[in-house]
């Protein structure tokens, strides 16, 4: 019977090692997203009042979807006509839209101003 063989551990990189040239996956990655024009990410994370807003935000265009869905099946339930359905179909994925756009411009503008 052979011997079990545990997976390797790889220890991060140390300080040394990175003063020979060698970098992260992390830096690498970095440098080649502003090869591309990408900015940097942000060090700093944002503050706690920033992020109950946004959850806020989030919470409110979920509940605005979930009642759009709702609304949307009962609506949907009782149309036998394939045009007229076809045009709920329409209506429906376009305020849908409409919510979800809005809901990405608020959170892009509180984390901006932050």
Do not use: C, W
């Not at 830096?27 to 946004?54: F, H, N, S, T």
């Not at 979807?65 to 429906?92: C, T």
Request: charge should be neutral; proline fraction near 5%.
């Amino acid at each position: 019977m052979r011997p079990l063989r545990l997976p390797s551990y790889t220890p991060p990189m140390s300080e040394k090692d990175k003063a020979v040239g060698m970098k992260s996956a992390y830096e690498l990655a970095l440098e080649r997203m502003e090869k591309q024009g990408v900015e940097r990410p942000r060090e700093g994370g944002l503050d706690e009042a920033v992020r109950e807003k946004i959850a806020e935000v989030r919470s409110q265009a979920a509940a605005k979807l979930a009642e759009l869905e709702i609304l949307h099946q009962d609506r949907i339930k009782n149309q036998f006509d394939p045009v007229k359905r076809q045009e709920e179909e329409d209506d429906y994925r376009r305020e849908r839209r409409r919510i979800e756009d809005d809901r990405e411009r608020k959170v892009e503008k509180l984390r901006a101003g932050s």
